[in-house]
């Protein structure tokens, strides 16, 4: 099934790319050896992320019991939920950043990128609370003998939040022409994570793993941020960073007072804890307002998806 998606997927991407940009035919003189260098170290990021995802599960596999290893496995699934909608953000954020770092609109770049950082915080954080609030209620979905993995369920989530927190650093160092420093910062996390696996988990079984997972993450999003901070003086912060975080905390205390109010437990519980905090969340970030930045950056955003459709004006908004 996951092979005839993938033809299919690519027999539907060339059509629709050959009616946008002709793919047969005379082309123009281009660079082979920096356009295989730039693709090589693409493709090798993308595989040794791809790899780094199974590296912990695979070393836990390998040094400790069937049991824990499930264990583990279901709570970094639970975890990686946040980075889906990290890479679907990466997606829109890639091609609107490329054109502005092509066209030398180095500060649109950076609000951009505040931007997309900021909206990838402010919807991922609330599950990080949830996962970090609620681990026994979350893993009670896969019945009573997950439980004993909610700790090092936390330290995961910890993991999780380093990737929501630092916003698109990864594709910005791509997009701003060092695929290699992408590769290498993904090579160096992986080494990381093997070798703290290697020397936790059989002392500290899931726990260890966990630790090994949240390190490997820590390096491969805090050393981007600080990379495209030197070369681009971009960072993704702005201080109404403040609003999510303080949304998201809120949220969690007030589904805990709630949860602890009304005796719940388990699934009930869980439910309870999603119901609550997200209808908090919500409501404190309707109550402290949507930013100037963030307007624009969304209408930035619709011009760009009416251009590309062939729906809209082909001149930018910012004229």
């Known amino acids: 099934g996951l092979l005839v998606a993938e033809v299919l997927l690519t027999i539907a991407s060339g059509f629709l790319l050959n009616r946008r940009v002709s793919l047969l035919g005379p082309t123009e003189q281009i660079n082979r050896k920096a356009l295989i260098i730039f693709a090589g170290s693409v493709l090798g990021s993308r595989a040794v992320e791809g790899l780094r995802k199974q590296t912990s599960t695979m070393v836990l596999g ?4 069937v049991s824990a290893t499930g264990l583990f ?3 970094r699934r639970l975890t990686a939920a946040p980075g889906l909608m990290t890479s679907a953000m990466n997606q829109v954020y890639s091609p609107i950043a490329s054109e502005l770092f092509l066209t030398d609109k180095r500060s649109e770049l950076s609000v951009l990128t505040k931007s997309m950082a900021r909206w ?3 919807l991922a954080f609330p599950f990080f609370c949830l996962l970090a609030g609620f681990p026994k209620e979350v893993l ?3 019945g009573e003998s997950f ?5 090092a369920l936390v330290v995961l989530a910890i993991g999780m939040l380093f990737l929501i927190a630092t916003g698109p650093v990864t594709t910005t160092l791509i997009v701003a022409g060092r695929p290699r420093l992408a590769f290498l910062d993904n ?3 992986l080494a990381i994570e093997i070798g703290l696996g290697f020397l936790l988990i059989p002392t500290h079984g899931i726990m260890g793993a966990a630790v090994a997972a949240t390190c490997g993450r820590f390096v491969n999003n805090v050393v981007p941020l600080l990379q495209v901070w030197r070369i681009l003086r971009v960072h993704p912060y702005r201080v109404d960073f403040w609003k999510p975080a303080v949304a998201g905390i809120f949220a969690t205390v007030i589904a805990r007072i709630l949860i602890v109010a009304i005796g719940a437990s ?3 519980a869980g439910a309870w804890a999603l119901l609550v905090m997200g209808a908090s969340y919500l409501s404190l970030l309707l109550i402290f307002g949507v930013s100037k930045d963030d307007r624009a950056a969304l209408d930035r955003f619709i ?3 009416r251009r590309v459709s062939g729906r809209g004006p082909q001149t930018s908004p910012d004229h």
């Open 62 to 65: 390998a040094l400790a019991t």
């Open 73 to 75: 496995a279901a709570s």
């Open 120 to 122: 990838i915080f402010v």
């Open 140 to 142: 009670s979905i896969f």
């Open 147 to 151: 439980l004993g993995a909610s700790d």
């Open 187 to 189: 090579v160096l996390a």
């Open 266 to 268: 388990g699934l009930t």
């Open 303 to 305: 011009f760009t998806v």
